[in-house]
């Protein structure tokens, strides 16, 4: 089952010590590309966080919001293209996989979430 993930209009600002210009917040309105992520792990998937690689600290989103992704299935939600980290956590918030120094490119990126 695919879900579709609600969209909000914010976006943050980094100081001198990150990129310059606003960050969007990943899963926002805005000049984001598709991502994809497909949850080929055993768990519910309850945490989605993502964080941009260049960012120190790294500050992280749950672009879930609230959503579960189950076994097998799969959700798509907007972030900036460039590099970005993802973290998944189950409902009590353990591990339970995760990416890092994923290039999302202008045409989007699909990410499979394995144990």
Same mark, same amino acid.
């Given at each position: 089952?695919?879900?579709?993930?609600?969209?909000? $209009?914010?976006? !943050?600002?980094? *100081?001198?010590?990150?990129?310059? %210009?606003?960050?969007?917040?990943? *899963?926002?309105? *805005?000049?984001?590309?598709?991502?994809?992520?497909?949850?080929?792990?055993?768990?519910? !998937?309850?945490?989605?966080?993502?964080?941009?690689?260049?960012?120190?600290?790294?500050?992280?989103?749950?672009?879930?919001?609230? $959503?579960?992704?189950?076994?097998?299935?799969?959700?798509?939600?907007?972030?900036?293209?460039?590099?970005?980290?993802?973290? $998944?956590?189950?409902?009590?918030?353990?591990?339970?996989?995760?990416? %890092?120094?994923?290039?999302? *490119?202008?045409?989007?990126?699909?990410?499979?979430?394995?144990?």
């Amino acid at each position: 089952m695919r879900t579709a993930l609600p969209l909000v $209009a914010v976006s !943050i600002l980094v *100081g001198a010590c990150g990129p310059s %210009g606003p960050v969007l917040r990943p *899963g926002v309105a *805005g000049d984001g590309v598709a991502v994809e992520a497909a949850n080929r792990t055993e768990a519910t !998937i309850c945490h989605l966080r993502v964080s941009r690689c260049d960012l120190d600290p790294p500050t992280s989103y749950d672009v879930l919001d609230g $959503a579960r992704l189950s076994p097998g299935d799969s959700a798509s939600f907007p972030v900036p293209p460039g590099c970005w980290n993802f973290k $998944a956590e189950d409902c009590d918030q353990r591990f339970v996989s995760g990416l %890092g120094g994923v290039e999302v *490119g202008e045409s989007g990126a699909s990410v499979e979430l394995t144990p």
